[in-house]
Nanobody
Framework: QVQLVESGGGLVQAGGSLRLSCLAS????????MGWFRQAPGKERELVAA????????YYADSVKGRFTISRDNAKSTMYLQMNSLKPEDAAVYYC??????????????????WGQGTQVTVSS
């Protein structure tokens, strides 16, 4: 089993920055894709960014390209999401997720087997 724990959420003014972290423990996520999802009230959960095991492949939603950066430190079993130039529309609960095996895709939430409990990001205008 795998446990994912997010941290780093909070309240920030529009234009500010936050850095989310996701610590993985339990079974080693060998060769696994990991990603950050978010869900705002009344909206569907959406993939924000994803990263391959080695970091050579990344995915970003169009809404965050150029503002968010995903990274991971496998030695520390930790994934990060650096969020800059935050907008009120970025406010949501952010979830860390990981694939349990290779699906050949990183963009579908159906392919993520493990989820964290979420961390709230609030952006004031």
């Amino acid at each position: 089993q795998v446990q994912l724990v997010e941290s780093g959420g909070g309240l920030v003014q529009a234009g500010g920055s936050l850095r989310l972290s996701c610590l993985a423990s339990g079974r080693t996520l060998s060769s696994s894709v990991m990603g950050w999802f978010r869900q705002a009230p009344g909206k569907e959960r959406e993939l924000v960014a994803a990263i391959s095991w080695g970091g050579s492949s990344t995915y970003y939603a169009d809404s965050v390209k150029g503002r968010f950066t995903i990274s991971r430190d496998n030695a520390k079993s930790t994934m990060y999401l650096q969020m800059n130039s935050l907008k009120p529309e970025d406010a949501a609960v952010y979830y860390c997720a990981a694939q349990g095996r290779s699906y050949g895709s990183m963009s579908s939430s159906r392919h993520y087997d493990y989820w964290g409990q979420g961390t709230q990001v609030t952006v004031s205008s």
